[in-house]
């Protein structure tokens, strides 16, 4: 009776959980459904019927689509190359021994600890030194150094990786470049799926760095036409509710795509341990 009890409190208390991380999305997408006037009467838990029309005022607005094709650009790129340099660097500092790598690596995990916000000065001089504001290049190169991939993706390693796996293949004849391809990559699926999502969020939801650096209105991204949406005294909330509320669906999709791969490199590292 006392183990049945307990079951029940876990349960219940997980639903609570639940209902607490749902709540918010949910009054999102209502919201995305009433009208201006009625989201100004106060806090709305009811789907309403005017979806569409907001969708219209956003549409009018601005132009959402390609806000949706500036973001897909930038996050893309920028995913793709934090997780395939992240991994790379990961790999080297896993296999290779060398005087400066407890220094590396102290460095990398002090990097972690600053906020990206304190750069941004340096990075905007640097941008204009090198003639690229206003362009993509500027939030799509510094991806390339992500010390939050590093430092996952090398954890990873020192539980997944073996050694007399990669010391085979090395006989075998295999090079350094095959073994980073053939081997580190294909078994770092679960950690690289797992800071796929992170890194894509972050970048989709990144709003600070775009404001700085994006002078153009057909360049800015999704988050900065938001924005743009809040102008004067009367805001339209519907329109800027409607944005918000379609502009997480490719996390949405992200996180469908990959969850299985982390939940199975989660087990087979599991197990393996």
Same mark, same amino acid.
């Given at each position: 009776?006392?183990?049945?009890?307990?079951?029940?409190?876990?349960?219940?208390?997980?639903?609570?959980?639940?209902?607490?991380?749902?709540?918010?999305?949910?009054?999102?997408?209502?919201?995305?459904?009433?009208?201006?006037?009625?989201?100004?009467?106060?806090?709305?838990? $009811?789907?309403?019927? #005017?979806?569409?029309? @907001?969708?219209?005022?956003?549409? =009018?607005?601005?132009?959402? *689509? +390609?806000?949706? /094709?500036?973001?897909?650009?930038?996050?893309?790129?920028?995913?793709?190359?934090?997780?395939?340099?992240?991994?790379?660097?990961?790999?080297?500092?896993?296999?290779?021994?060398?005087?400066?790598?407890?220094?590396?690596?102290?460095?990398?995990?002090?990097?972690?600890?600053?906020?990206?916000?304190?750069?941004?000065?340096?990075?905007?001089?640097?941008?204009?030194?090198?003639?690229?504001?206003?362009?993509?290049?500027?939030?799509?190169?510094?991806?390339?150094?992500?010390?939050?991939? $590093?430092?996952?993706? #090398?954890?990873?390693? @020192?539980?997944?990786?073996?050694? =007399?796996?990669?010391?085979? *293949? +090395?006989?075998? /004849?295999?090079?350094?470049?095959?073994?980073?391809?053939?081997?580190?990559?294909?078994?770092?699926?679960?950690?690289?799926?797992?800071?796929?999502?992170?890194?894509?969020?972050?970048?989709?939801?990144?709003?600070?760095?775009?404001?700085?650096?994006?002078?153009?209105?057909?360049?800015?991204?999704?988050?900065?036409?938001?924005?743009?949406?809040?102008?004067?005294?009367?805001?339209?909330?519907?329109?800027?509710?409607?944005?918000?509320?379609?502009?997480?669906?490719?996390?949405?999709?992200?996180?469908?795509?990959?969850?299985?791969?982390?939940?199975?490199?989660?087990?087979?590292?599991?197990?393996?341990?």
């Amino acid at each position: 009776m006392k183990k049945r009890v307990s079951i029940i409190l876990i349960y219940i208390l997980l639903i609570f959980l639940l209902l607490i991380c749902v709540f918010p999305f949910y009054i999102m997408i209502i919201n995305a459904t009433h009208s201006t006037q009625e989201l100004y009467t106060g806090l709305q838990i $009811i789907p309403g019927r #005017y979806f569409f029309e @907001n969708m219209g005022h956003l549409t =009018d607005s601005v132009n959402i *689509a +390609r806000g949706f /094709g500036n973001s897909f650009y930038v996050s893309i790129l920028s995913t793709a190359l934090s997780i395939y340099f992240g991994a790379m660097t990961a790999f080297g500092l896993f296999e290779y021994k060398f005087k400066l790598k407890k220094l590396i690596y102290t460095l990398l995990m002090v990097s972690m600890m600053v906020p990206g916000q304190l750069g941004i000065i340096g990075l905007f001089r640097l941008s204009r030194s090198l003639n690229i504001l206003d362009t993509y290049w500027p939030l799509i190169l510094p991806s390339v150094a992500n010390s939050s991939t $590093i430092f996952f993706v #090398y954890q990873y390693l @020192n539980i997944a990786m073996d050694d =007399d796996l990669l010391d085979a *293949a +090395r006989i075998d /004849g295999s090079t350094e470049v095959e073994l980073f391809h053939k081997f580190v990559l294909p078994l770092s699926k679960p950690s690289l799926a797992t800071m796929a999502i992170f890194n894509f969020v972050a970048y989709w939801n990144n709003f600070f760095t775009p404001m700085i650096l994006l002078f153009s209105e057909e360049k800015f991204t999704v988050p900065l036409i938001v924005n743009n949406l809040n102008n004067g005294m009367l805001q339209d909330l519907g329109a800027m509710s409607a944005a918000i509320a379609i502009s997480i669906l490719p996390i949405i999709i992200l996180y469908a795509v990959f969850s299985k791969a982390i939940t199975e490199g989660m087990m087979a590292g599991a197990v393996k341990g």
